[in-house]
């Protein structure tokens, strides 16, 4: 006879391995469905009763959420661990933007899901902003790394001051982003960042076709050799 820690322990098991199966079978469906998920398709998938599937994922935002913090975590792995290889610093940033654009090429419906249109009457939770953020916590540790070893120094010198208005949010969002770099630089980095999930947008949702073909992959290199300058790496 199974004690009871045996059977909670058996229990937890199938729950996880049903859970991973609801979302993969979700994952699937984001490739034909896009984000327009049917937990009732779902579990006639997986040949369970849908009020089986609601046991998991009481409702389909609950399972978007699961799936999003899932991806976010996903992207944000595979750039950390690129950005932690020994070279110099243009090379670690040169490895974390293709880390970053390898994951969305092969995960093109979830790239999808987390940067693409938003899903109506979706407000994603709390849950889902540190997910979210680990790949720009990568890039703010880029700009500290290189601000702290005096590689990077950018001043108002070098660009144009921010209105009032903006700086004051910058300097409001700066002790969470990245405490120890100047706005300046913060401002570069920013440019950065979204340039580099506007070339990686532009390339899945097909904007390079008919133009860029058979060299999106040199292109890509050259946008992020391009940023490196502009940030000063």
């Keep these: 006879m199974l004690s009871p820690m045996s059977s909670n322990s058996i229990r937890a098991r199938v729950r996880q391995e ?7 079978v979700a994952r699937r469906q984001l490739a034909t469905e896009g984000a327009n998920l049917s937990l ?10 849908s009020s089986a599937v609601y046991r998991y994922f009481p409702s389909r935002d609950d399972l978007l959420t699961a799936l999003i ?13 690129a950005a932690a290889v020994t070279g110099t610093a243009l090379e670690r940033w040169l490895a974390f933007g293709h880390a970053i654009r390898d994951w969305a090429l092969a995960h093109q419906a979830e790239y999808a899901l987390i940067y693409g249109s938003p899903v109506p009457g979706y407000r994603a939770p709390r849950d889902t902003v540190e997910p ?8 703010a540790r880029f700009l500290a790394d290189g601000y702290t070893s005096g590689e990077l120094r950018v001043t108002y010198a070098d660009d144009a001051a921010p209105p009032p208005e903006l700086e004051t949010e910058l300097v409001q969002a700066l002790p969470v982003i990245a ?14 960042w979204i340039q580099l999930y506007g070339v990686i947008t532009f ?26 300058r502009e940030i000063g790496l």
């Design 18 to 24: 049903l859970t991973s199966e609801i979302k993969a």
């Design 40 to 49: 009732r398709a779902v579990a006639r998938e997986l040949g369970m009763v």
């Design 69 to 81: 913090i899932d991806c976010y975590n996903e992207m944000g792995e595979a750039g950390e661990t």
């Design 132 to 139: 979210a953020a680990r790949t720009t916590v990568v890039l």
């Design 179 to 192: 405490p120890d770099i100047p706005i300046p630089l913060l401002l570069r980095g920013l440019t950065a």
């Design 203 to 228: 390339e899945l949702f097909g904007r390079f076709n008919n133009f860029i073909e058979s060299s999106r992959r040199e292109f890509f290199d050259h946008q992020m050799r391009v940023m490196a």
